[in-house]
């Protein structure tokens, strides 16, 4: 494997205090990759402890004034010196058109939302573009594949479903307590006002079951 670029979302960061749930998933991919020495990480510079620190580029940015584009080309720019030959992006197809403007990096883009919602996806137009820029696209379930592929009939066999791990460490089953209970953002994206309705009903149909709710309304918000 030659070395491989994970571009983290602008807004999240490569920390073990107020990493989002992109850099999560990336932690624990690395713990488990037969290639992390192939890997480098780019997100934004933070004052906190890092995950890791090791082949973790840390782009510095002033919040006030920095966009997307901006950032996209510092990390392009450290691509190129370190003879990185392949970009990996997750949940920002808008960035696709950016990075593709003026280089040919195979591109590798993960959904782990409904691309239909995102900036950059949300027409047939631009799943279409995605698809034909992009070497591959990986969706976290089948409702996201199926989702992102409304309205396309070609270059289908670029479409994967990669479904997200759980390491398992209990080695017991544990005995099953009547309680559902929602972990995420409170947004519309992670489909809270889903959960919201569908229990409207439930709880006066099932009163001894619990149904709880964690989660904040901003990343990295824990109020």
Known sequence: MNNHAIILPLKETFSTSSAGAVSIWVKDYLK???F???IYIFTQQTKEKLITKKNVFQIKINKKIFSNSTYIQKVL??????NITS?????RPYLVKEITRENQFPISLFFHNDPRTMK?????KERKYILEKCAAIFCVSEFIKKKFLEGISVNLQKVHVLYNGVEKKLKKFPIKKKEILFVG???IEKGVHF?????????????EWSFG???????????
């Open 195 to 207: 959960y919201v309705d569908a229990i409207k009903g439930l709880a006066h149909k099932y009163p």
């Open 87 to 91: 970009l990996e992006i997750h949940n």
């Open 36 to 38: 992390k020495k192939k």
């Open 32 to 34: 488990h990759t037969l």
């Open 120 to 124: 950059g996806s949300k027409s047939i």
């Open 185 to 187: 953002r409170l947004v």
């Open 77 to 82: 720019n450290e691509v190129e010196k370190n």
């Open 213 to 223: 709710l964690i989660g904040s309304f901003k990343l990295g918000d824990n109020k």
